[in-house]
């Protein structure tokens, strides 16, 4: 069984080694080409122990307390606008609903927030399979994001 564990340093910090390295090895192998791993890990992290109230981490667990996946979400309004962002999701094992259960607490919390909009920023093809669960979960691709490296260099 797969467990949907809010991370917070405080109630269970034997989370947060595991789930900072999944942030940082998420970013590391998705994350645009401007993108400082480390620097994405440490900003997530500092947010989390600082108990941010728009920062929103789960970690999919599995009973012997492994983690096995996990969730980085964050909400921010802009004037009138308020929108979650799930910045990361990431399963390093077969989580069965996991992601699904996730998902759905993600836009719980969303909704506490009162934000009008959720956002998926995700690695893969919007036209491959990959992307069915979300679409089923009712997201729609609407941009490409494209990155250019400045330093001479293309790609990562």
């Not at 996990?70 to 606008?81: I, Y």
Request: some cysteine; overall charge neutral.
């Amino acid at each position: 069984m797969i467990h949907v564990v809010r991370v917070d340093p405080g109630a269970n910090p034997t989370l947060t080694g595991p789930v900072a390295q999944c942030i940082r090895d998420y970013a590391r192998v998705h994350g645009a080409a401007a993108e400082d791993p480390d620097l994405t890990t440490r900003q997530t992290m500092a947010a989390l122990w600082q108990g941010s109230p728009d920062l929103l981490v789960l970690a999919l667990v599995e009973d012997t307390g492994a983690v096995v996946g996990h969730l980085v979400a964050v909400h921010g309004k802009s004037g009138t606008k308020s929108t979650t962002v799930i910045q990361q999701v990431k399963a390093t094992a077969n989580v069965g609903d996991g992601i699904d259960r996730a998902a759905a607490q993600v836009e719980q919390w969303a909704r506490s927030k009162g934000a009008q909009t959720s956002v998926l920023v995700t690695h893969r093809d919007p036209d491959k399979s990959g992307p069915k669960k979300w679409r089923d979960m009712g997201y729609e691709p609407t941009h490409t994001i494209m990155a250019k490296s400045l330093n001479g260099h293309h790609g990562g």
